[in-house]
């Protein structure tokens, strides 16, 4: 067992099994039942393997998983949000590059070691978050022509 | 000798070009420590869209050898494995490092890399076209059983557990259903409308192999780089190449352990390393010296995680199944330029083949003389920042993945994806199952109702998939990799996975 609390691998392997059931659901009752027959097959051992797990973890004999420790969770949580939020917002509402700029910059500010109070820091997260935007644009829309949403500013 | 034919062809100034590219890139991408081969590779995917499919897998290849030899360069001057491979290889390499042998360490290491790469692509070489043709006698039955003996093994072997592991694969053959059925046209599980035409696989693999390795960068907060990087002294490399063939039964016993453990699917090259280091050890008559930077350590470990990446592809050349995650990877690679690989792959595309398996060929001699020079850089760039790092992943994870089809839902789906492995990772899940699945399901759901078809035409589905020799044997070779695995797990004596190896060498003072 680990040294985890068996809370954790309890709503962890719950959460699965959860998933596992709704597509056993949607397997046996949705039509045509052909078109769901490969699906039915795949989630009852799905079904079978994670409540097999949940059941492990209700037990408190999970052996694997090193889950998430406090502090884990309060350094992953920022970089998660900014990141999210770049992805299902800024990206297409302030255009790509906008975005990514400025999500390259706050990531580089909550995990860059460097001193906040020295102005050379931010100075070298200006200069390393510029060069990474003018390589993306070298590198996807001149190299590879990938045309991205409109940006805000331009 | 078909190959001969096409040696030519690696030699145009564009693919010799690009092999340049692969293999130096590789070299600096494989020393950066949280940067797999996988991750590597399958990040470069969206710069092969506008090459051909030779040039593409050309780029791709090269990387994928030179990322596992790169990673020996953080794995000796820093002690951080560049990738799992490595791991075997921090044991001798740094401490011959710290002897002040860091060059005579990386030169070992890269001349045994060679020596057992060609190895592994003559191999490769020489057993894909045999296998093709064996593979032409393989019916619907038989191509569904071999689907999810890729999924089973690779997700009873590459997992810390054997439940998970298949879980894991089950959750992959359920996301390749997503979308509408090819035959009856029914929509299955469209619950958001970024997936109503299916999940598209290199978006996929992207966020399954990039976005966990950020949110890990982004788990170790404000911290630096403690690593001392050391410094690497001039040694003469003849003296390093004649080492190499004087501790022959190291190389020899890398080299065969890393091929035969290459043709198996689902086991990767941190296990090669390992197994071939333990067998070098066992076998020396100075056994005593390993640990101690002993460079029979290095030359096994390094000849025999290069010398599986050859036989790791014979799988997917001949049967489509991709033995190993970074195979499928190279698999997606392959399916974004219109060529399914299996049997008829030599008749179809030779020059496509041959040209990619033959550059690998030229790209194990490239990445032993360029490898030698780009070391010292190599190890700089693996001191770059996690912050550095986690956001430059992050960003080419966005652009690549919509790339691919202009969309805004394969990002979505990419970083779904990504971030829901993240926390199956910390529970012990898998994600080389999960792309397994997701990457074989099409093809054992499409063999699966061609079978059916034939056997209701015929006699009954039973007897169609489970009676005949080939049948019986791929079953029993899903049970018994299946039943190893448990066996092994209970015993408490499994191999272990990269994160357990990564964490007991991190452990290691």
Not at chain 2, 65 to 74: D, E, H, I, P, Y
Request: proline content about 4%; some cysteine.
């Amino acid at each position: 067992m680990t040294d985890l609390p068996r809370s954790q691998h309890i709503v962890a392997s719950g959460l699965v099994a959860a998933v596992g059931i709704w597509v056993a659901y949607v397997s046996y009752t949705s039509e045509p039942a052909r078109a769901f027959l490969f699906p039915r097959i795949i989630s009852t051992v799905f079904v079978a393997l994670a409540l097999w797990t949940f059941g492990k973890a209700l037990l408190g004999r999970t052996k694997v998983g090193i889950g998430l420790t406090a502090s884990a969770v309060a350094n992953i949580l920022p970089g998660l949000v900014v990141s999210l939020v770049f992805v299902f917002w800024a990206a297409d509402g302030l255009g790509f590059y906008t975005a990514s700029a400025i999500t390259f910059f706050i990531l580089l500010s909550l995990y860059d070691p460097a001193p906040h109070h020295e102005v050379k820091s931010w100075i070298k997260r200006a200069i390393i978050t510029a060069g990474f935007v003018v390589v993306m644009y070298l590198l996807f829309a001149m190299l590879l022509n990938v045309f991205t949403p409109r940006e805000i500013l331009f | 000798m078909e190959f001969l034919a096409y040696f030519g062809e690696v030699f145009t100034p564009i693919n010799f070009g690009l092999l340049l590219i692969g293999t130096i890139g590789g070299l600096i991408l494989g020393a950066t420590p949280g940067l797999s081969p996988t991750m590597a590779v399958a990040l470069l995917i969206p710069f092969t869209f506008k090459l051909d499919a030779t040039q593409g897998l050309i780029l791709l290849g090269a990387a994928y050898t030179s990322t596992v030899a790169g990673g020996a360069v953080s794995a000796i001057l820093l002690k951080i494995p560049g990738a799992p491979a490595n791991i075997a290889t921090t044991l001798d390499g740094h401490a011959m490092a710290r002897k002040g042998q860091g060059a005579r360490a990386l030169q070992l290491s890269f001349v045994a890399s060679a020596i057992g790469g060609v190895f592994g692509v003559l191999l490769l070489i020489f057993l894909t076209p045999i296998l093709a043709q064996w593979a032409l006698a393989f019916g619907p039955s038989h191509l569904f059983w071999l689907a999810i003996l890729g999924v089973t093994v690779i997700g009873s072997l590459d997992s810390s557990s054997v439940v998970k592991g298949l879980l894991a694969g089950c959750i992959g053959l359920w996301l390749s259903t997503i979308g509408f059925d090819d035959i009856m046209g029914a929509q299955r599980f469209i619950f958001h409308s970024s997936v109503s035409g299916g999940i598209n696989v290199i978006p996929a693999l992207i966020g399954l192999f990039a976005i966990p390795q950020v949110i890990s960068m982004f788990a170790k907060g404000r911290r630096s780089l403690d690593a001392e990087v050391l410094t690497v002294e001039s040694h003469p490399i003849g003296e390093a190449i004649r080492e190499v063939f004087r501790r022959s039964r190291a190389l020899t016993i890398g080299t065969l352990t890393g091929s035969v453990i290459g043709l198996i699917p689902g086991v990767g090259g941190q296990i090669a390393g390992l197994v071939a280091y333990d067998q070098s050890r066992k076998m020396s008559s100075e056994r005593e010296k390993f640990g101690t930077g002993h460079s029979e350590g290095v030359i096994a470990a390094e000849s025999a995680n290069n010398a599986m990446v050859g036989p790791s592809l014979v799988p997917l050349l001949t049967l489509s199944i991709p033995g190993s995650p970074t195979a499928a990877v190279l698999l997606g690679g392959l399916l974004i330029h219109g060529i399914f690989p299996g049997s008829d792959l030599f008749d179809n595309y030779p020059d496509v083949a041959w040209t990619f398996i033959n550059s690998m060929l030229i790209g194990q001699i490239l990445m032993c003389i360029f490898g030698l020079y780009v070391a010292g850089l190599a190890a700089k760039v693996a001191r770059v920042p996690n912050a550095v790092m986690a956001a430059i992943v992050l960003g080419l994870a966005v652009f690549g993945s919509y790339s691919v089809q202009h969309s805004m839902g394969d990002v979505y789906v990419m970083m779904a994806l990504g971030t829901g492995m993240f926390f199956l990772e910390r529970f012990g899940f898998s994600a080389a199952p999960l792309v397994l699945g997701l990457i074989l399901g099409p093809i054992a759901e499409a063999n699966f109702i061609q079978g059916a078809m034939i056997a209701n035409a015929t006699s009954s589905i039973g007897e169609y998939f489970f009676t005949g020799l080939l049948n019986l044997v791929l079953i029993g070779t899903v049970v018994a990799s299946i039943v190893y695995s448990i066996w092994m797990e209970l015993r408490s004596r499994r191999y272990t996975t990269k994160e357990d190896a990564v964490a007991k060498e991190e452990a290691t003072p």
